[in-house]
């Protein structure tokens, strides 16, 4: 029992350090309950291991003038190197950090194609994983682990990925593949998750335990952060916001089922839904014609108006049922393009709320996060921080049995 202790011990300890960024012990104690011996016995078993490090307190308090200087604890920086990666349609992004999460390097490369075999896609991420490390003066083999996101179902605890709209087959022990293709370990998961893991560690989620990210791409995705967890489901397959059904027999679905939300709000959606009414050109790519159809309403287009409308309409229903559901201190709705407007206009969130149960309590706070691709990568490369100190926590756990 004391060894179970004593292993929570390090983990909770390590991670409040983490969180408040520098701390002094007698604080650690206050704040986790754990005895101040035990704290001094642990911290000194996470120094001797190189994980954390002692400094100076810079500030001249009264502390200062008692003979004794104030020491705070910190993550120690140099420790670890992690990767985070993002998978996009055409390209990879990339950011190292170090072991306290301080950015070294940050890159985007093209892939071959926007679907790949899994050991092209591996091979890929390889390939700009070394290049990333180059670029920051170090060498591949110092990152001690890679976080990837990408899109679709992803059984993290394993790394299995069920299905995903960048790999050409399914069933893919990616994460396995990836380990095995880099050299280190690698740590995968569906994109919003790591998104919801971003704002956990270094955004807007900082001081909530429960909100909602709602990621906005070329599909919705949707990362749930419940009791301070993220919260995955048992097969992967939970959050899939974009696959909630709005809509009896409605749109056809890129899934194969009819009815989803993203057979309303996702760009081939309004496509297919203006080249239907309006007469748009089939022609062409569908990033030019997405933009056409959103020129076109922001000119006064009735017709393309109406498409987007309905977009944010149907929107605002699947948002209002999730808070029906979870009922969620917050809802970060997240993307990067700045181009979807239309599903965060201020009509959509007062359509929200008109759905929402209603009580005389303020209803949960929705706030927009554009960020780009670094920014996932960024929750990518969080995640790998969170298991390279579960596999370091480990190694002590054996060292110290
Ligand atoms: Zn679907």
């Given amino acids: 029992m004391a ?80 990767a985070g ?11 190292l950090l170090d072991f306290e999460g301080e950015q070294l390097a940050a890159e985007e490369c093209d892939l071959p194609a926007p679907v790949n075999a899994p050991e092209v896609l591996a ?27 990408i899109a679709g179902i992803v059984e993290a605890t394993d790394g299995f990925v069920h299905w995903s709209p960048s790999l050409s087959t399914r069933n893919v022990d990616f994460g396995a593949l990836l380990t095995r293709t880099l050299g280190t370990p690698c740590f995968i998961d569906n994109d919003a998750n790591l998104v919801a893991v971003a ?9 909530h335990k429960d909100f909602l990210v709602v990621t906005i791409e070329s599909g919705v995705g949707l990362g749930m952060v419940i ?6 489901g048992t097969r992967g397959c939970g959050a ?12 056809l679905c890129r899934c194969g089922q009819r009815g989803c939300l993203e057979a309303y709000v996702a760009d081939y959606a309004l496509l297919r839904e203006a080249t239907l009414v309006s007469g748009l050109s089939a022609e062409g790519d569908a990033a030019t014609r997405v933009e056409t159809l959103l020129n076109a309403a922001r000119t006064g287009d009735a017709t393309a108006r109406s498409i987007l409308d309905r977009a944010g309409q149907i929107f605002a229903m699947g948002l209002a049922n999730l808070v029906n559901i979870f009922d969620p201190e917050l809802i970060i709705l997240a993307g990067e393009q700045m181009q979807l407007d239309h599903l965060y206009a201020d009509a959509v969130i007062d359509a929200m709320r008109k759905s929402i149960v209603q009580v005389d309590k303020a209803p949960p706070e929705v706030v927009v996060h554009k960020w780009g691709d670094l920014m996932w990568a960024r929750g990518a490369a969080a995640y790998a921080l969170d298991q390279v100190s579960e596999l370091a926590l480990d190694r002590l756990d054996k060292d110290a049995a």
């Fill in 3 to 82: 060894v179970m202790q004593r292993e929570y011990g390090r983990r909770t300890l390590l991670r409040q350090i983490r969180h408040a960024g520098r701390i002094p012990r007698i604080e650690l104690s206050d704040l986790t309950g754990i005895s101040r011996a035990t704290v001094t016995t642990i911290t000194a078993e996470l120094l001797s291991h190189g994980l954390i490090e002692e400094v100076q307190r810079d500030e001249a308090g009264p502390d200062s003038r008692r003979g004794r200087p104030r020491v705070d604890l910190k993550i120690r920086g140099a420790a670890h190197l992690v």
């Fill in 85 to 95: 990666v993002k998978v996009s349609h055409h390209k990879l992004s990339l950011v």
């Fill in 123 to 149: 091979e890929a991420i390889r390939d700009a994983v070394s290049h990333l490390a180059t670029v920051a003066g170090r060498r591949a083999g110092e990152v001690s682990g890679v976080g990837i996101g």
């Fill in 199 to 207: 704002e956990q560690t270094f955004g807007l989620g900082r001081e």
């Fill in 227 to 232: 009791g301070g967890a993220l919260y995955r």
């Fill in 240 to 251: 899939e916001f974009g696959h909630t059904k709005v809509q009896l027999n409605g749109a």
